[in-house]
Each structure stands twice: as C-alpha cells, then as structure tokens.
C-alpha cells in the first residue's frame, strides 16, 4: 500500500471547554450542550450522536441555563443578565433581551412550553410569555432575598419550585406568591458550613420536590406542607445537577466529585404497590465537577468541568444492539479546528480566542516502518494571531499556498496576507472587506490559492477572487428559495471547476464555478453530512455522513459512482459501522485516483477502490505486517480499507506530499493536565 | 397431580349383555356426546354431562353389530357395521336402521377408523385400508390380503401425524406379534416384529399408543402384570424390508395378570397411563394412574362390580363397563412435579379413592412385592431415605427446566415438614445435595437451617453459609454460637470442609520467628509507637506474647467453620449486633483471639490477604473484630484473660492510624512519581516517524 513519513504534530494546545448546560429535547432526539465559553452545540441523538450545529461562544456571554421550548425553540440565558432566543436554521443569534434582574442563574420552560421562567441574582423570578417571533416579560414573582439558583415547574404548569441560598420556595404560578419556604440543613456532617446553595431543584407530579445542594445532600420534600420527607447524603462534596424522566420513575443527579447517581422508583418489595426512591447506580465517567445532567429515555447524559460528553445507555431500556446500546463519550467537537499549508507544510490552528500557525520540521533520514526519524529542522511557531473583540472564533482556514489566512467570528471577517522573506514573516490584514461579508460559518480557498468561497449564515455562497493584496467579489450563490438552512461544509474540487456544499440536513449543492451556477443538487440522505471533499481528475465527489455510510458522487455524470454502488449493494463491514466518531476529513493521494483517505477521532483510512470490499467475516483491521507467509494469503485477504489506529485521538490527518501526511493527535492526558485539579479524595486511611 | 374425581353412571339400561362387553366408545362430532356401540345389536348416543343417551339405534334381529359405530366428522353422519360386511350410515334425524344407506362389501372389516380432519377408513380383517369414500364409490370392489394366514388383527389405532392420518395395527400369529404402520400421505405400509425380549412367553392383554413427532410409543400390558414400550418409526428407513422393534419395561406389577376378566391400558398424557385391572391376585379390580416418567402410583379407585377389561379414554373423561353400567370417571392432571410424587409420601389418602396397599413404593420398579410394609418404622424411614436420596440423584440428572429453584425448594419444604411430623426422618445427604445445586436460599426453605441448628449439624450449617445469599442475622449469629460451643470432639466427628484452613494453620510453628519481625516492619514496633505504659505488660516477655498470638487459638475444624463460613456472610451492623450481645463472654474472647491471629496471617505479606482459594479479606476480619467489640465491650473489658487481646488490639489499631497519616503524606510524593513516569512514555510534541500501511 505504501510508505508514509508521517509529521506526527502533538502540539496543538487545544483544550476543549468545560460544560455548563445540557438539555435534551424528546421530540427531535436533539441535545443542546452549552460550555463554559458560551458555545452552544446541538447533538442530534438520532444521527449517530453527530454534533450537527453550533453556535459560536463570546467572552461575556457565560451559560448558565439552557432549555427548549415548544416548536424546538431554544433559549439560554446567564450572567449577563440577557435571555438568547438561538436560531436553529440560519445558526445565528435571533435575538437577546435583558431580563433586568441582573445576572440570570437559572431558568425554566414550562411544562407546555409556552412560559419561560428565569431566576436572577437579585432574587426575582421572572416570568416570560413565549409569543411566535420572540418573548414577553409577563411579570414578577414574590422577591427572594438572594439569588435564585434553581427552578423546577410542576408538570401541571401551576406551582414552581425555586432553588435559592439555604431554602426552596414553592411559588403558586397564578398568584405570583410563594406558598412554602422550606429551610434546608446548613450543617455538614456535623460541621455547619457557611450556606447551602441549591443547585437543582425538581418538581414531580405528585408534589414532591427534589433539591441537590452544595452539602451533598438529595433532599425529597413534600410540598403540599413544606417538609422534609427524605434525605439521602450521597456525596462529600457538592451535588451540582438533576433530571427526572419524563414517566418521573427516575432521575440522575451529578456531583462534584465526577459520580453520577441515578435514583429509580422501585416497589417496596417484589408485588406490592408502594414504592419508594432508590439510589441504583453510580457512575465515575467523570473525574471533575458534574456540572449538568440530562435524561433521555433511554440514556442518562451528563457533563462538566471535564470537558466529556457522556451519554450512558441505561441498558433496561435499550431493545436493540445498536448505536444506543454503547457508552458514548464525546470529548471532540465535530468539526474541522486545523487546516493545513501543503506547499509550505504549514499548520493553522484553531483556538477559541486566536489562531496559531506553525511550520513542520524536516528529516533528511529514512528508515522502516515504526522508526522515529532524526529531525533536520524542528517545527516552528511562526505566528500567534489574536482576535479582536470579545467573540469566539467560528471558522478558520489557510491557503494552500500559504500566503492567505481568513478566519471569521460572529459579526467580523478577517482576512491576512502573508510574506516570507527568508525566514521572517509579516502580516498584513486585508481592509474595507465588503459589508456582505460579516459572519461565515465556513471559508474555503481553491487549490490554486486565487479564489475564496465563504459560506455565510444566511444561506448564501460568496465567491472571491483574491489579487496580491486585494480582492474582488465575483458571485454570491443564493440559497434555494425558500431554504435559509446555512452551510457547514464546503468542498473545492482541485481544478477549481466545481464548488460542493452542504448544509445540516438537506442535501449537496454542486456548483458550477466557471458558469457560476447550480450545477446539480446531490440526493438528500436521512443522516448529515460530516465531511466531503472532490477528488481529482475524476470530479468525484466523495461524501461522509454520520452514519458511517460513504458515497462517491460523479459530479460531471450527475450520478453515483459504480464504486458507490457496488458498497452500497454490499454494504460496508459491520466494524466500520460501529465507529463511533464522525469521518471529519477526506483528502485524496494525488498521485494515485484511486485511493481515498479519510478519518476520524481513533483511526485514519486509505480506501483502495482497486482491490475487492470487506465482508464481515474478513478482518477489517489488521495492523500486523504481512509476514514471509505466501503472497497468495496476502493478496487473498487484502481488500479495500488499509486501517491504522496509531494516532490518537486524531484531530487532522492530510496528505502534504505523496509520500507525506501529517497527523495532529491530542492526548487526553495532556488535556486532563491542563484541567484544574479535581476534587481530592483521600486514598489511604478513612 | 393426576387424580381421578368421582365417576358417575352414563345409562341407566343395563349394557354389555354380550359375551366382549362392550364393542366401543367412540366420540361423535360434538363434543361431550359420545356413540357407544352395545356387543349386541345397539348403538347410544349419550351426552356426557347431561348423563343421558340422545338417541339409539338397533339393527334387525338376526343381525349383528360387528364394529363399533363411529362418527364420521366430515359428514356428521354415523357409520356402523354388522354381519362383518353390511356397512350402515345414518343421521341423528333417522329413526331405523334399516332405511338408512346400506352397502355390502366383498370383504370382512375388522374396524372403522374415524379422526377429525380426515375421511373415515375401513380396515379390512386382512389387513388392507381403504377410504370411505372409495369404497361406497365401488362397494364389491376386490380387497387384497395383506398380512399372512393365520395372522389376526388384535388391536388397531389411528393417529393424525403433520395433517395426515397414519394407521397403526397390531397382528398375532403364533405367539408372535407385529405391527403395521399405513400412511396416507405416501401410501406406504411398514411391517414391523415386535421382539418381546425375555419375557416370551406371556401374552400381551392390552395396547395403547401416542404417538410423538417420529414415534409411536405402543404401550402393552403383558399377562406377567408389566408395562412395556416399544417406540415404532413413523418413517421407516427402509419400508421394504421386516424391522424389528425390542421393547423395554416401562412399568413393573402394575396389575396381577391372571385376573379373570381382561386387564386394560390407555395413555391419558405423555407421563400417565390408566390401567384397569386387580393390583393384587386376590384383589378387586380397580382403575389406577401410574406416571411412568417416576414410576410412581398416582391415585386408584376400586371397582368393586368388576368390570368387562375395557376403557376407553376421551377427552377427560375415563369409559368404564362397571358391572352391568357404563361408569364416566372424570379424570384430572395438574402439572406434575417430583415434589408432588413425594409429597404422596405423606399426604393421607383421599377419601373416596382407594389406594392399592401403599403408595408408589420406590420399590415396585426395582421389583420388589409390596410385602415389605409391616417391616419396623425406623427401617421404613431409612429406606425411604435412601430412596429419596437415589431419586434425587436421577431427578438432578435431568436438565434443569426455567422453575428448578421453585422445585427445589418445594421438595425441601416437603423433606422438612415431613422431618417435622416425624423427628426421626432426617434426610440429610439428600438436604445436602439439593444445598448444592446453588439454587436455593434462606427465604426459599426458612426451616432448613432451624432444623440443622436443632441438630447442630455443622456441616449443614457451614454449606448453607457458604451457599445461601440471604441469611438472617439472627440465623448467622446462633450459627456463629454453635461453632464456638460445640465440643472439639463432636467437631472431630463432623465432615467439615477444611478448605485452605490447614495451609496455615500447620506451617505456624515454623515461621514464627520470621513473622514476628515482619510485623514489626508493617509498623508495629512498640518503641516507634511510644504506646508508652500501656503495653509494658506486654514488653516485658514479648517472646510470651508472640507465641500466644501466633498459634491459632482454636482446633483446625472450628477455624474452617468460623473462617470459611461466617466471615464469608453476608451481615449489615445494625442487625447483627443485638444478636452478638448474646453470645457468652469465653466464646467472644475465644473467636477474638481467631479473628486477631487471622489478622496477624493477613499482615504477613505485602499483598494484605490471607493464603487459601476464597480468603477473607482484611476488611471482612477487621469489620467482625469492631463488631465483636462493639457488642461486648464491656464484658470483655471485665475479662482478665482478654486483656492482654485489647492491648494487641489497641496497639495494632494505633499503629494502622499512624500508617494512614503517614501514607496521606507522602500521597503527594507518590502522585509526582506518577507523573515523572508518565511523562517518560509519553512521546516527543513532534516527531517524523515512518508509517507503512499493508
């Protein structure tokens, strides 16, 4: 198959944010996920857990609650006091209005959805109408004298629970008052602690409302009386998180200490009718703060400081061995953070607030297989570029020839030249770019380093022509009328004849650069796209979607490859349909038509279409090297997928030369180290 | 449980005035009403449940039914034959039999066959099978021969197998029997021989047959008072060739043969049989339910009028000619199980049916006569415990079906209330065993571990520990009394499983020395300690003290009893320690002094555990010394000879509390240690390497 030096980069100092927030919507099996640098991510559960859209962070705009109302609408609101309305179609900001109550802690919708609730620090509960286009300050309830941490609807939509400093107040929704005032225990194991804090509070149908508090406590009351009826000390450090199922026979709580519990409504004894709440299970998928958990009705799913997105099946409810049954654990986003500089072996990374690039070393030596070589020259950190603004990074991306870096934020698109003279570097950012051009979701540069294709949030393609130092706009693809569905992924085919687009759920769009229209539109596919990309001198446009599924798409035919078919009528061995990370970039040998790579999180791929498919009995993955055996055994089991998992987790893999890749990993263990240090248990002694 | 309830008469007219009794019940195409053919010139209609006839039918004088009426279910119509030839077919609506459709055939018809779902068959007295059809289509068409001269049909029976009927008929000839097997669908007819094997001579009274999904089993009664089965194939290898087919005992004296009117055999289900016959020489005739999966007598009823030697079974219902009367005898089977056989052991008889002499009597199958039951009680019951032991074992043998454990239990529970009733009766190998099918638990059998402490039977005790998941506290703490009270001697006597508890106990001595230094590395120096007054005692003769801590304090057996047994049980605190306060002040001292000697074995070594396959663990010793004390705390104080046993006690727990405070110090130094090493496998931020893809 061949012989690869392989720039093996483990400097790309990415730490993924902590999470803040998740919900979880039942009826689109979607998962909203907010972190700590305001990003929101949407997980469709249904796709192979894909993280399908997201939604850039900004430095003041810090999550603190997250939810969905009805028609999956989707608000957060947080300390800046402002509630966000998101707009899952164009991915943008709908709207954002202060609630002026100060910092906002927590916020409910209501069990209809059509009221949202929001919790402020100056101990105000605010009620919002949810009107069609946008909401509606309705009124407030009883002031509390501190903030208000936590909220809880009773599903009839009639009372409210609020979680505060040292007590929960049970409010009557019609009347705006708070009913019961219930204290909760200061003291500590003995040790009386400065406060309580209530961190979640849960109101079920038959009014009891459970709290989670900063003492380790599970708290049931009643709240017909405001009393205590059961305590459970679970933890030695705080409980930081709750959710109930919806048939309200379960719920899971998250501590500090990285344990999530989960409480079943289980019979007294084996047939008889009264039932009482038991704490099952633990779970230690964490090793920080579980600062949020969710509970779906087959999963619970939890998240924190940690970074990790843990989604863990609850195997009682599962049916099927599916892609349900397993453990998920998602610590990478989706997407493309690196892009790379072929001719001059550069690398750009994505940072949330800057961009780095870096130059590959060098090696004069060869060896075999497995060798490390000596280096010539090591790599290089040519440039560190810091955004302006308080804005997350959306999209970045360097031109093949090096000499181009665009890169967009929210409201801002930048443009930089770059000049090498010898060894230095000067940047030299490119002005007055055209009012059009303000927030792009993804940018793109032609092989050929003379055309920029930026897809923007409203649906629209912009196509560049770039000049020594300026630029001239030459196109705008319009969406389809009628779509607003923005674009996430773009595709250049080498000639720079064809431009691939695709957006969340509709199909591929193929443009015609030189006429500058719609060339054909690819047939739309139940599972989204995660990475595409047009091969050489065949135009073929190679296509990944979530599922696992891969299609080759002949752009001059306007119809699926024979190679296509011929996988899909086999179908792809059961191995590669289990993965469980997205294919996040696909990139051809320029040297030979008929190789494909791609990869994903724990393996890169070369699929050979000249040798025969896998079927589920041959090995797909076979790292050992082909001994002195016959050839006959060799040929005989050799087909199409060369596999290697040595680099992992792996966030880029591209092809620099022929003869060269260059592979980004980032170690866990290097994100952990970086991660303040967690909660320390005692490991010797009591 | 099969049982038969009271049977009831169906006619009012006397019946059976020929010379054979009846000629046949057959069912008609309702349910509940059955045709019943008189051997004279009669045929009844009788509805079962209304215990009335329906109708009857008799053919002229002169003429005589030759076959029993049967019903043929495509038409609703009835068919009969006299004078051997004269086929007869009429409705309910006909009054006479002699208007009615009639058709002459050429040959002699030994029986026609009627089953639901198929066309009516007429089996010659030769042997050939023809269709109804067929045959009135063409009345004195020729009827070839089929089996031999002299050979005569004895018995005769249709079964529908995967939609089609298939024939089975039997045939004599000297002393010889064979089986024909006609089927339908392929038109084949097999011959088989039947071997009577040993028993030669006799001669087969009765047949019945199921039939299973390859097989017919044919079921015989032989004049020598036995069931045999022989399983004939429903597709033959090779149908053109004689087979033969052996039979084998299936039921041993189930009916003294030489009574004076026949003897009779019907299958009621795939485990039971009715045999209708005197059980006894000089005996009454009586209808009996065996279950030939245990050989065992269900339930019996005597026949006090005697009866013509037939039955006929249907539906739930038993056909008997009791005296001059056609008797129904409703006949009911629950699911049966080994627990309900055993539970006959003890359940009185039921009035109203009679039992044969005893009950099953394990012995009958092994051929023994019933003679035997005068014997003395106490032989009886070890005999019947040592039949219940020998069943069990078969019982065990079989696959274990989904409500094994309720079965087990169930037969515990039995063993144990007849143990009740009767103190003698201790079926303890057969306890034992059904212990160690790692079904049961406490709950299942609350009496079983009540009835070995009863009898402090400490093997018992132990295996119940070791095997059930959910003993009381209450019932672990008696178990924990009897361990430390019995007597070495009776220990001696007793089975124990020593299991890993001599693998230290004997290599004691040697090792003394060395131990005692080693545990003075883990952290027991009583300088280093400065315990200060507390353990001058013990400083003083140090050399007293080791030998007293170091040779296990209690005789092997009682180690494994308490080692293997109750440290392994499963306790939570609250409950235990009330029943812990019970225990006397000596017995205390004496496992406190065990638990500390394990504790100074577990420290031994690095690895904290004890040697053996299933040690306690460290935990497990430590948390019965806390609740040991807990418990007694203050009696032990009071001890003089448990003193010296706190000061060890007092001395290790501090040392353990310096060795944690310790250890919580240099946690940091360990996590850095970690670290450096970690960081010497992880690789370069960069290198070049060369990768080949095969």
Request: proline residues 4%; aromatic residues 8%; contains cysteine.
């Given at each position: 198959m061949g012989e690869f030096k392989v720039h093996r980069v483990r400097f790309f100092n990415y730490i993924p944010s902590g999470i803040r927030c998740v919900a979880y919507n039942n009826q689109s099996n979607r998962l909203a996920v907010s972190r700590t640098d305001g990003t929101v991510e949407i997980y469709n559960l249904s796709a192979n857990y894909f993280q399908e859209k997201f939604f850039p962070g900004h430095e003041s705009r810090a999550t603190e609650a997250l939810c969905w109302a009805k028609g999956q609408r989707l608000f957060s609101a947080g300390l800046n006091g402002e509630i966000i309305e998101y707009d899952l179609q164009a991915l943008n900001i709908k709207y954002a209005m202060d609630a002026f109550g100060g910092p906002i802690w927590s916020m409910a919708v209501s069990p209809h959805g059509s009221q949202l609730l929001v919790g402020c620090e100056d101990g105000s509960v605010?009620?919002?109408?949810?009107?069609?286009?946008?909401?509606?300050?309705?009124?407030?309830?009883?002031?509390?004298?501190?903030?208000?941490?936590?909220?809880?609807?009773?599903?009839?939509?009639?009372?409210?629970?609020?979680?505060?400093?040292?007590?929960?107040?049970?409010?009557?929704?019609?009347?705006?008052?708070?009913?019961?005032?219930?204290?909760?225990?200061?003291?500590?194991?003995?040790?009386?602690?400065?406060?309580?804090?209530?961190?979640?509070?849960?109101?079920?149908?038959?009014?009891?409302?459970?709290?989670?508090?900063?003492?380790?406590?599970?708290?049931?009351?009643?709240?017909?009386?405001?009393?205590?009826?059961?305590?459970?000390?679970?933890?030695?450090?705080?409980?930081?998180?709750?959710?109930?199922?919806?048939?309200?026979?379960?719920?899971?709580?998250?501590?500090?200490?990285?344990?999530?519990?989960?409480?079943?409504?289980?019979?007294?004894?084996?047939?008889?009718?009264?039932?009482?709440?038991?704490?099952?299970?633990?779970?230690?998928?964490?090793?920080?703060?579980?600062?949020?958990?969710?509970?779906?009705?087959?999963?619970?799913?939890?998240?924190?400081?940690?970074?990790?997105?843990?989604?863990?099946?609850?195997?009682?409810?599962?049916?099927?061995?599916?892609?349900?049954?397993?453990?998920?654990?998602?610590?990478?986003?989706?997407?493309?953070?690196?892009?790379?500089?072929?001719?001059?072996?550069?690398?750009?990374?994505?940072?949330?607030?800057?961009?780095e690039l870096w130059r590959l070393g060098s090696t004069v030596a060869t060896g075999k297989n497995g060798d490390t070589l000596p280096l010539s020259r090591d790599a290089d950190h040519l440039l560190h570029l810091k955004t302006k603004g308080p804005e997350n990074i959306i999209c970045s991306c360097i031109s093949p020839c090096g000499s181009w870096i665009a890169y967009s934020t929210t409201s801002r698109f930048f443009l930089y030249r770059l000049n090498y003279e010898h060894d230095n570097i000067s940047l030299q950012r490119v002005s007055k770019m055209p009012a059009f051009l303000r927030s792009a979701l993804q940018i793109l540069f032609s092989e050929d380093s003379t055309k920029l294709f930026v897809a923007s949030n409203q649906g629209s393609l912009h196509v560049i022509r770039l000049l020594e130092g300026s630029f001239k706009h030459l196109h705008t693809f319009q969406p389809q009328s009628g779509t607003v569905e923005s674009m996430c992924l773009l595709a250049v085919s080498p000639d720079g004849n064809w431009l691939a687009s695709s957006g969340t759920s509709a199909g591929v769009h193929v443009y015609n650069i030189k006429h500058l229209k719609l060339h054909c539109t690819v047939p739309s596919y139940n599972f989204p796209v995660t990475a595409l990309a047009i091969a050489p001198n065949t135009n073929n446009l190679v296509i990944a979607h979530s599922d696992q599924q891969v299609f080759e798409y002949s752009i001059p035919d306007k119809q699926y490859t024979e190679w296509s078919r011929t996988i899909q009528k086999q179908g792809f061995h059961y191995l590669w349909l289990q993965r469980d990370t997205p294919i996040t970039h696909i990139s051809f040998h320029p040297k030979r038509p008929m190789h494909i790579l791609l990869h994903d999180a724990y393996m890169f791929c070369i699929i050979d279409k000249s040798l025969p498919l896998p079927n589920d009995k041959t090995l797909l993955y076979n790292p050992l090297p082909p001994t002195k055996e016959s050839d006959v055994i060799r040929r005989r089991t050799a087909h199409a997928f060369k596999i290697s998992k040595i680099y992992k987790p792996l966030l880029f893999m591209d092809l620099l030369d022929e003869r060269t890749l260059v592979a980004v990993e980032r170690p866990l263990d290097d994100i952990i180290a970086q991660l303040p240090p967690p909660i320390k248990k005692k490991k010797f002694g009591t | 449980m099969a049982a038969l309830e009271e049977g009831f008469t169906l006619s009012a007219v006397p019946l059976g005035a020929g010379p054979h009794g009846l000629l046949g019940v057959e069912q008609s195409d309702k349910a509940d009403q059955f045709l019943v053919t008189d051997g004279g010139r009669t045929v009844i209609l009788y509805k079962v449940s209304d215990q009335k006839p329906l109708g009857s039918w008799s053919v002229k004088q002169g003429q005589i039914i030759t076959c029993p009426a049967v019903c043929n279910f495509q038409t609703g119509e009835y068919i009969v034959v006299h004078d051997n030839k004269v086929l007869r077919i009429w409705s309910n609506e006909d009054v006479n039999l002699d208007k009615v459709f009639k058709a002459t055939l050429s040959a002699e018809i030994y029986r026609i066959h009627s089953i639901q779902g198929a066309e009516p068959l007429v089996l010659f007295k030769e042997g050939a099978v023809r269709g109804l059809e067929a045959l009135l289509a063409e009345p004195q068409q020729k009827i070839e021969t089929v089996i031999s001269d002299?050979?005569?049909?004895?018995?005769?029976?249709?079964?529908?197998?995967?939609?089609?009927?298939?024939?089975?008929?039997?045939?004599?000839?000297?002393?010889?029997?064979?089986?024909?097997?006609?089927?339908?669908?392929?038109?084949?007819?097999?011959?088989?021989?039947?071997?009577?094997?040993?028993?030669?001579?006799?001669?087969?009274?009765?047949?019945?047959?199921?039939?299973?999904?390859?097989?017919?089993?044919?079921?015989?009664?032989?004049?020598?008072?036995?069931?045999?089965?022989?399983?004939?194939?429903?597709?033959?290898?090779?149908?053109?060739?004689?087979?033969?087919?052996?039979?084998?005992?299936?039921?041993?004296?189930?009916?003294?043969?030489?009574?004076?009117?026949?003897?009779?055999?019907?299958?009621?289900?795939?485990?039971?049989?009715?045999?209708?016959?005197?059980?006894?020489?000089?005996?009454?005739?009586c209808i009996s339910i065996w279950n030939t999966k245990f050989q065992t007598l269900q339930t019996s009823k005597e026949l006090s009028q005697g009866t013509s030697g037939q039955l006929w079974y249907y539906g739930e219902n038993l056909f008997v000619l009791h005296g001059k009367f056609l008797t129904v005898i409703p006949y009911k089977c629950e699911v049966s199980s080994l627990a309900g056989a055993l539970g006959k052991l003890k359940h009185s008889q039921d009035p109203g049916t009679q039992t044969v002499p005893h009950f099953v009597n394990w012995e009958t199958s092994r051929g023994h006569r019933l003679g035997s039951q005068n014997s003395e009680q106490s032989k009886r019951i070890k005999d019947s415990e040592k039949h219940i032991e020998e069943e069990l074992c078969k019982f065990l043998a079989i696959k274990p079906t989904p409500d094994f454990n309720t079965i087990i239990g169930d037969i515990v529970s039995e063993l144990l209330g007849r143990h009740k009733a009767e103190p003698s009766f201790y079926p303890r190998n057969s306890l034992m065993q059904l212990i160690q099918t790692h079904v049961l638990s406490h709950s299942l059998c609350p009496g079983l571990m009540e009835a070995a402490l009863e009898k402090a039977d400490v093997q018992m005790l132990q295996l119940c520990l070791q095997q059930f998941p959910d003993i009381p506290e209450?019932?672990?703490?008696?178990?924990?009394?009897?361990?430390?009270?019995?007597?070495?001697?009776?220990?001696?006597?007793?089975?124990?499983?020593?299991?890993?508890?001599?693998?230290?106990?004997?290599?004691?001595?040697?090792?003394?020395?060395?131990?005692?230094?080693?545990?003075?590395?883990?952290?027991?120096?009583?300088?280093?300690?400065?315990?200060?007054?507390?353990?001058?005692?013990?400083?003083?003769?140090?050399?007293?003290?080791?030998?007293?801590?170091?040779?296990?304090?209690?005789?092997?057996?009682?180690?494994?009893?308490?080692?293997?047994?109750?440290?392994?049980?499963?306790?939570?605190?609250?409950?235990?320690?009330?029943?812990?306060?019970?225990?006397?002040?000596?017995?205390?001292?004496?496992?406190?002094q065990y638990l500390y000697f394990l504790y100074l074995k577990c420290s031994e070594n690095a690895t904290m555990t004890l040697p053996g396959l299933h040690p306690p663990t460290l935990n497990q010793i430590m948390d019965w010394i806390c609740l040991l004390l807990d418990a007694n705390f203050t009696v032990v104080v009071m001890i003089p000879e448990a003193k010296r046993l706190l000061l060890s006690l007092y001395k290790f727990v501090k040392s353990q509390i310096c060795i944690c405070s310790e250890l919580n110090k240099i946690e940091v130094s360990f996590r850095e240690l970690q670290k450096l090493n970690q960081e010497k496998n992880n690789r370069e931020l960069y290198s070049i390497e060369v990768l080949e893809l095969f």
């Open positions: 605010k009620l919002f109408q949810i009107t069609p286009d946008k909401i509606q300050f309705e009124r407030n309830f009883d002031r509390q004298k501190s903030r208000i941490l936590s909220l809880g609807w009773h599903p009839s939509g009639t009372h409210v629970a609020a979680g505060s400093i040292d007590y929960i107040s049970v409010f009557d929704v019609k009347s705006g008052s708070a009913v019961h005032k219930m204290l909760v225990d200061r003291q500590y194991m003995g040790v009386s602690k400065r406060k309580c804090i209530i961190w979640g509070v849960a109101f079920l149908s038959d009014g009891t409302v459970i709290s989670v508090d900063s003492a380790g406590k599970v708290q049931f009351w009643d709240s017909a009386t405001g009393t205590l009826v059961k305590n459970h000390l679970i933890a030695n450090a705080d409980v930081q998180s709750i959710a109930v199922s919806d048939q309200e026979d379960s719920f899971v709580v998250g501590t500090a200490e990285g344990t999530v519990f989960h409480f079943q409504l289980v019979s007294v004894t084996s047939n008889s009718s009264e039932k009482q709440w038991v704490r099952t299970k633990p779970f230690q998928h964490h090793t920080h703060d579980v600062r949020a958990v969710a509970h779906s009705p087959t999963a619970l799913i939890s998240g924190g400081t940690d970074t990790h997105l843990v989604i863990r099946p609850l195997m009682e409810k599962v049916e099927v061995k599916n892609y349900d049954a397993a453990l998920r654990k998602i610590t990478f986003p989706h997407r493309r953070l690196i892009s790379c500089s072929k001719k001059r072996q550069l690398l750009l990374f994505q940072f949330t607030h800057h961009l | 002299e050979e005569v049909i004895k018995w005769t029976k249709i079964f529908m197998v995967f939609k089609h009927p298939v024939l089975i008929f039997i045939t004599e000839k000297h002393g010889n029997y064979f089986a024909y097997i006609q089927k339908f669908n392929s038109h084949t007819l097999s011959k088989y021989t039947l071997l009577l094997g040993q028993e030669e001579k006799s001669v087969i009274q009765s047949f019945t047959a199921s039939v299973d999904r390859k097989f017919i089993s044919l079921m015989s009664l032989s004049s020598d008072g036995c069931i045999y089965e022989t399983l004939v194939p429903i597709h033959p290898s090779d149908p053109e060739k004689d087979q033969r087919v052996v039979r084998s005992l299936l039921l041993k004296d189930v009916v003294s043969g030489d009574g004076r009117n026949g003897v009779a055999l019907t299958v009621l289900d795939q485990d039971h049989v009715a045999v209708l016959g005197p059980p006894l020489p000089s005996s009454k005739e209450s019932v672990t703490c008696a178990c924990l009394k009897i361990f430390l009270s019995i007597s070495d001697g009776s220990l001696q006597e007793a089975e124990i499983n020593m299991e890993s508890v001599s693998d230290y106990s004997d290599s004691v001595q040697e090792e003394k020395m060395e131990e005692q230094t080693e545990v003075l590395h883990n952290g027991f120096n009583a300088e280093e300690e400065n315990c200060g007054n507390c353990d001058q005692e013990l400083n003083k003769k140090p050399q007293d003290a080791a030998e007293e801590t170091m040779s296990c304090p209690v005789i092997p057996k009682r180690a494994a009893l308490l080692r293997n047994a109750i440290l392994h049980s499963a306790y939570s605190e609250m409950f235990l320690l009330p029943h812990l306060k019970d225990i006397p002040a000596q017995h205390v001292t004496l496992f406190l």
